[in-house]
């Protein structure tokens, strides 16, 4: 195809004419609907003629059907917002065997503040306005964008690692140069993880997995970090990947468990209640800890799904026990949805019968990234609720002693780390000594996480600290063992040591 319907024209007439022996020619442009010429298709004879009415009709509809064709196979592989390629691009390409190709997988650092800051359709702008400067910069590459602020950019040709890290180094300042979306000034960062071929053949979804295995890495080690994949990322990220591919599926299906730990008085060894706890057994991967699969699940963005399960099936199975116990449940994700929370609270106990009395939510420092007002607003509504307050971890922030100034707490949890090191050290039990002491200044309860000997039960009883709980005192039992031992010993009196489970 010659772009010039005119020059093509020409060049029949004058030079393929004579060498072919062409004597007859009829030629109608492929226009596309913005009115640029693609080429020409054209019909050639040997013989003298000429062409009919009907014939030169059937040229121009088979011209417009060709520059439909042409428009709808853009679209196909072209983002619409930025005029990149698309995903479906890379798709038609998944399975090409490449070699000597890079492939840089950049993510928007924190775009969904971006977004939310400056509204739908300025955030477009910015993204257009980063898609043509990457285009610019990146004129090797093929810039593809994969999702809201992901894009691939595939370079074809050897790069060596200096050359990596250049291309790299012009990503990252393209990014960084300020936007100027409705007269207001906005900086990006980015995080871009990359792959490389090498002279070796490679299927080119391969190295897409491999840069994105090397991106998680770069937002690990702080955003705005360019990282290259190593053969050991892949078990982490293998891993990680199933875990995010499997939880949802756990959550609908019933296969997540919860245990109880319970919770006693440091005197009388009498049962306070318990901690709801949750744990999964996965088919492939066995048991895996709470500790694992809990900031994967954070950082995915399903925590408000777990805690919702967790908080409905816990008050649904405690409420099945034959004497009302209490239940201690952490709420995490929640603070930041203070409203939805409180009518959500209700529901529960309406559905399951449990009285709100029987309940503790527990909070932390970190998972309540509010305003102290808000924070503050939205502890009153579940005190309103009648249900009490626990602020979990405590002395292990930076702003412990603010919050229970400032908030309406009923129970302070003292951290396991502080509660480790009373095994003799003067200066750790000071500690917890003045701990008990603010306590007490604002008339909270104080319980103890993570007594494992009988040393620390001893010396806290000693300490006048209020509760204890960890594997000393029990070890956290599925709800049959917690409703056996309730029916046989409702109290759980035990005054000489702990439990026997």
Not at 128 to 142: D, H, I, N, T
Request: charge should be negative; charged fraction near 20%; glycine fraction near 6%.
């Amino acid at each position: 195809m010659i772009p010039n319907a005119r020059k093509h024209d020409i060049v029949c007439s004058l030079k393929i004419t004579k060498k072919l022996g062409i004597q007859a020619y009829a030629g109608a442009p492929i226009t596309l609907s913005n009115g640029t010429i693609f080429g020409t298709i054209c019909i050639l004879d040997k013989r003298p003629r000429s062409f009919t009415e009907s014939e030169a009709e059937h040229l121009q509809n088979m011209a417009s059907l060709l520059a439909n064709a042409i428009e709808l196979e853009y679209v196909n592989i072209h983002d619409p917002l930025t005029n990149a390629y698309n995903y479906a691009f890379l798709q038609q390409r998944a399975a090409s065997s490449l070699r000597e190709t890079t492939v840089f997988h950049v993510d928007i650092d924190h775009f969904k503040l971006h977004s939310d800051s400056l509204g739908l359709e300025d955030a477009n702008t910015l993204l257009l306005q980063l898609a043509e400067r990457l285009k610019r910069a990146v004129s090797e590459g093929l810039i593809v964008r994969i999702s809201g602020d992901e894009f691939i950019i595939l370079v074809e040709q050897p790069l060596t690692e200096g050359g990596i890290q250049r291309l790299s180094e012009r990503i990252h300042t393209t990014c960084g140069q300020p936007f100027s979306i409705s007269r207001r000034p906005v900086r990006l960062t980015c995080s871009i993880g990359t792959s490389v071929s090498g002279t070796d053949d490679i299927q080119l979804d391969e190295l897409l997995q491999q840069a994105a295995i090397a991106l998680q890495e770069a937002k690990k080690q702080g955003y705005d970090q360019t990282v290259m994949y190593e053969s050991g990322m892949h078990t982490s990220y293998s891993y990680k990947r199933t875990i995010v591919r499997d939880l949802p599926e756990a959550l609908r299906s019933g296969k997540l468990a919860l245990v109880y730990q319970p919770q006693f008085h440091t005197e009388s060894g009498e049962l306070r209640g318990v901690e709801a706890l949750i744990r999964w057994q996965h088919p492939e991967l066995g048991y895996i800890s709470p500790a694992d699969f809990l900031p994967i699940a954070e950082e995915a963005g399903l925590m408000h799904a777990i805690d919702r399960w967790v908080i409905f099936e816990s008050c649904r199975q405690i409420a099945t026990l034959p004497i009302p116990v209490g239940l201690a449940i952490n709420v995490s994700s929640f603070p930041s949805k203070g409203g939805y929370l409180i009518s959500y609270i209700q529901e529960v106990i309406q559905e399951t019968g449990i009285k709100a009395s029987q309940l503790e939510f527990e909070l932390t420092e970190t998972s309540a990234p509010l305003s102290m007002e808000k924070l503050k607003n939205f502890i009153e509504s579940l005190r309103q609720l009648n249900v009490r307050i626990a602020l979990d971890d405590f002395g292990t922030g930076y702003s412990s002693l603010t919050y229970i100034q400032q908030l309406p707490l009923h129970t302070l949890k003292l951290d396991r780390s502080f509660i480790a090191s009373l095994n003799g050290s003067i200066q750790s039990e000071k500690i917890v000594e003045q701990m008990l002491a603010v306590a007490g200044l604002f008339e909270l309860d104080v319980i103890a996480e993570g007594v494992e000997t009988s040393r620390q039960w001893s010396r806290l009883r000693e300490l006048r600290c209020g509760f204890v709980q960890g594997y000393y005192c029990a070890k956290p039992v599925a709800l049959p063992i917690l409703k056996a031992y309730l029916q046989h010993d409702p109290t759980f009196s035990n005054e000489n040591g702990p439990p026997l489970f």
